[in-house]
């Protein structure tokens, strides 16, 4: 008798945060479909159906191969009844009929644009969504009252709703390593967020400002971006002051999800790099070369064209004695970071967050000067940032 193929029972632990998760994976027809799912809940404000969807994509994200029959499942956690009956119908059919009625509602395609401003949270865009607006041009003509970050949002939606690349990023590095060195020298940049998780696109660019003496970070930011502001990179900023306190009794109040830190969510006003390699050429020789010249020409012609890109920039200011857990905190992805707290709290009778690590049983801060020592302290196995993609 010829051995068959053996069954081979996956087995994978049941927070994210104990798994590798690669940023490429083996299930992106099922995962795109849950995450559509997922959204779709957010929009709705059901956070449970919202974090359950997420949970079932982020198993099938860390499975080392494709799924291919139910079976494949089995033993698996976090893929509830909804889940497990969306993928089958994938399976066997190559697509999910609930997937395709959402993507095709209105309520979801609007609120899909709507949050896509900058600024616009799903309350905002679900009250639009209801006084009949649907797109960002709606809402432009509706003359609804908007704060500053969204009409930043609204005046540059098409730039902010293109990815921004690794190169993008790099620029913005040394722009933010420059204008940082020449504030505080000593002082030093870190790229976070999902660049730092190999991602080659993000939605935005994340750094993480600090100096290897405690105290000489404060009073940074307001600095650096008043030198950005003068060399005329920021197309809109708002700064908020650092509001972290450390009592005896642990942090001073629950951990919430958004951390205390002196920070600075911003756009800046990135170049665009020429299309040729001589700065000499004219621009018509760079615009025949671009692969779609014609159209560029008629943007250009039109005025619609910039010479600039506007790129979503995140700057957040830690004293070194937090740093490793604002490291780890800032480095994401989102899923990964809320499956460590809840580690922390529901199995370790800890709270963390993006400043500390506190034992609630032994009433004390645990120190660490790593990203490994907090792992070590929360008896999790190391993850490297590449393989928290969850
Ligand atoms: N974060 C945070 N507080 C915020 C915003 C973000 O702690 N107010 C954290 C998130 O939890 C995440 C990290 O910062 O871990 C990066 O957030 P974000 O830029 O939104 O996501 P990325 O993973 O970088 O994804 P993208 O590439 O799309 O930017
Ligand atoms: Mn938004
Ligand atoms: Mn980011
Ligand atoms: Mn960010």
Redesign the pocket.
């Known amino acids: 008798l010829e051995p068959g193929p053996k069954a081979v029972m996956i087995t994978l632990n049941g927070y994210a945060c104990q798994r590798r998760t690669p940023l490429q994976h083996h299930n992106t027809v099922l995962t795109e479909a849950l995450l559509v799912l997922a959204e779709n809940a957010e929009f709705c404000e059901d956070e449970g159906r919202n974090i359950a969807f997420k949970r079932a994509v982020s198993v099938l994200k860390a499975l080392p191969q494709a799924v291919r029959k139910m079976g494949d499942l089995q033993g698996l956690p976090c893929l509830g009844e909804h889940s497990q009956r969306v993928i089958k119908e994938i399976l066997e059919d190559g697509k999910s009929r609930e997937v395709e009625t959402t993507l095709q509602s209105e309520q979801y395609q609007a609120m899909k644009s709507l949050t896509g401003i900058f600024g616009v949270g799903v309350k905002t865009a679900d009250r639009w969504f209801r006084e009949g607006l649907q797109q960002p041009s709606d809402v432009a003509r509706s003359g609804q009252r908007l704060n500053h970050a969204q009409q930043a949002g609204l005046q540059y939606y098409n730039d902010l709703n293109t990815p921004v690349t690794k190169a993008e990023a790099d620029v913005i590095s040394r722009i933010v390593e420059g204008v940082v060195q020449e504030v505080l020298p000593g002082a030093e940049i870190t790229l976070t967020?999902g660049f730092r998780r190999g991602k080659q696109t993000g939605h935005?660019v994340?750094f993480l400002i600090s100096h290897p003496e405690e105290g000489r970070e404060e009073g940074l930011l307001p600095k650096v971006v008043s030198l950005l502001e003068t060399q005329g990179l920021l197309l809109y900023q708002k700064t908020t002051r650092n509001s972290y306190l450390e009592t005896k009794e642990g942090p001073a109040r629950p951990p919430s999800n958004m951390d205390r830190f002196e920070r600075c969510f911003s756009i800046f006003k990135l170049e665009r790099p020429r299309h040729s390699t001589s700065p000499e050429e004219p621009p018509q020789a760079a615009c025949e070369e671009s692969p779609r010249g014609e159209d560029s020409a008629l943007e250009q012609l039109a005025g619609e064209r910039q010479d600039w890109k506007a790129v979503?920039v995140?700057l957040v200011v830690t004293p070194v004695s937090q740093f490793a857990f604002a490291l780890l905190g800032w480095t994401g992805s989102q899923l990964f970071e809320r499956e460590l707290r809840r580690w922390a709290g529901q199995e370790k009778n800890m709270s963390l967050s993006s400043h500390a690590l506190f034992d609630n049983k032994r009433k004390q801060y645990l120190r660490a000067s790593s990203e490994e020592e907090i792992f070590a302290h929360l008896g999790l196995e190391y993850i490297p940032p590449c393989e928290r993609n969850a």
Do not use: K, V
Request: charged letters at 80%; aromatic letters at 0%.
């Open positions: 967020g935005d994340d979503r995140d």
